[in-house]
């Protein structure tokens, strides 16, 4: 069962359609782990993008996924994730 903080998290991800959003959501995903970093499971960013790949792994091969992993646009995901690295 969900939290009610999962929920919201889905509900705020559920309405992103434009960049603009996407950009306010990472910037308050960023200030959620500032705030509550004791809550989040991964805390390293090595952990964090291992978890990342091993829940696309899990949810690209379920029958229950709602996401269509044909259209994802992975170069585009590679490079935002890069360009985090570097951008000053």
Not at 27 to 47: G, K
Not at 65 to 85: H, P, R
């Amino acid at each position: 069962m969900k939290t009610e903080e999962e929920c919201s998290w889905i509900e705020k991800i559920n309405t992103i359609s434009k960049k603009e959003e996407f950009i306010r959501f990472l910037e308050d995903f960023s200030l959620d782990y500032q705030q509550h970093f004791e809550e989040w499971e991964n805390i390293t960013i090595s952990d964090y993008l291992w978890q990342m790949a091993s829940w696309i792994e899990d949810d690209s091969t379920s029958p229950s996924s709602n996401i269509v992993w044909t259209e994802v646009d992975f170069q585009v995901l590679a490079k935002i994730l890069y360009m985090g690295k570097l951008y000053e």
